[in-house]
């Protein structure tokens, strides 16, 4: 089992451009969640999917944010354009229906300039 | 709007110290609270409480929820250095499988 696999670890980017951060799930959870994590605000939930199907997006901050699921083995979360207080670390995590806890990914820095 | 607190958001201590980290919640249709621990890198579970008054132990980690407090404590017992991180809570309602964290408590175990 290789976990959760996220890409690239980092990324440093600058304002205005776009940005594409991608996510494996382990095979055969069918959620898997999107997180952001900052100093000022923690780990705060911007959208999950359940069977590839977008559930809840409420905690996506705006339009520039967007997310994607094509199949059961890939997520993308896309930043266009970016900027600098989008600067944290994005984290993507699965389950299994009727499992308690979360798998986590390594995690994304990004770091927009 | 669901809400986890956590304190204190930091905290210092020397080995063989006893900590106890706490979490609080506001959680509709509270199903479960959740602890996990996150190092350098992603977060990783510790204890998923679900009853009121149960303690859940793993060695030197234990934890207890009191659903008329709307809160849980994570205590660590004699303290070592690779305890060192991050200490999250999160609640889990009973209408999606989202979980809401906590800023988390971050511990420091200096030798």
């Known amino acids: 089992d290789a976990g959760v696999i996220q890409s690239p670890r980092h990324e440093v980017t600058e304002m205005g451009q776009e940005v594409t951060l991608r996510c494996k799930p382990i095979?055969?959870?069918?959620?898997l969640f999107w997180y952001r994590q900052t100093m000022m605000r923690g780990l705060e939930l911007l959208i999950y999917?359940?069977?590839?199907?977008?559930?809840?997006d409420s905690g996506m901050p705006e339009d520039r944010f967007s997310a994607k699921m094509p199949n059961a083995s890939f997520s993308t979360l896309k930043i266009q354009p970016s900027e600098p207080r989008d600067s944290a670390v994005y984290f993507c995590a699965s389950r299994p229906t009727g499992a308690y806890g979360y798998t986590f990914g390594s995690g994304t820095r990004l770091t927009v300039v | 709007e669901d809400k986890v607190v956590q304190s204190p958001l930091s905290l210092v201590v020397h080995e063989g110290d006893t900590v106890t980290l706490n979490c609080s919640y506001e959680v509709t249709n509270f199903r479960s609270l959740l602890w996990y621990k996150q190092e350098k890198k992603a977060p990783t579970f510790l204890f998923m409480l679900?009853?009121?008054?149960i303690e859940k132990k793993s060695g030197r980690l234990s934890s207890i929820l009191d659903k008329k407090e709307l809160s849980s404590i994570l205590n660590i017992t004699a303290t070592q250095t690779g305890d060192s991180a991050i200490y999250l809570c999160?609640?889990?309602?009973?209408?999606?499988?989202?979980?809401?964290f906590g800023k988390g408590t971050l511990l420091t175990v200096n030798p």
């Open positions: 999917f359940n069977n590839n199907v977008p559930i809840d």
């Open positions: 095979s055969g959870h069918d959620y």
């Open positions: 999160a609640g889990k309602g009973g209408s999606n499988y989202k979980l809401t």
């Open positions: 679900t009853s009121s008054g």
